[in-house]
């Protein structure tokens, strides 16, 4: 199973805003990931669109990989802090504001899914159904409109 990551380095936004956007496409296959982005009304999306494209040329480059882009799907990605730049706003009456200018340094993991192994002979339509659950009566103590129907 090929496995490939990309990271960027001191990305201008914090790890918490680009965990945000890293939530939306955890799990999901690439293809959907990079529509996501697309879509994606943050302006750290686009960054995080440009790493996912490395990600996915990085395994690409891999020996062994099948050569089917659409197996490929987004296993891991997260958003650590970066360093901070620190700056002074001026403030009234000769004092300074302390204004923190945070980095972060997000990374993609993306792997290939397995194929399925389906056994000689079987298929999967082939395997028994799933029994149907059950329903509950809307109300213990009042009758359905159907039974006071029956009994009518």
């Known amino acids: ?42 302006s750290v999306a686009g960054d995080i669109k440009k790493l996912l494209r490395s990600a996915i040329a990085n395994a690409q480059q891999k020996d062994g990989f099948g050569g089917d882009v659409d197996r490929l799907f987004v296993s891991a990605c997260y958003a650590n802090q970066g360093p901070s730049a620190k700056r002074v706003r001026p403030a009234p ?20 899914r397995p194929e399925k192994i389906v056994a000689v002979g079987t298929t999967p339509a082939a395997e028994a159904p799933r029994p149907k659950r059950a329903r509950a009566q809307k109300s213990a103590t009042t009758p359905s409109k159907k039974a006071q129907k029956a009994k009518e």
């Open 1 to 42: 199973m090929i496995e490939a990551q990309a990271t960027a380095r001191h990305i201008r936004t914090s790890a918490q805003k680009a965990g945000l956007v890293l939530d939306l496409i955890r799990g999901k296959d690439v293809n959907r990931a990079l529509a996501t982005l697309g879509f994606t009304r943050k």
């Open 93 to 112: 009456m000769g004092r300074a504001f302390r204004v923190l200018k945070r980095t972060a340094h997000i990374s993609v993991h993306v792997s290939e």
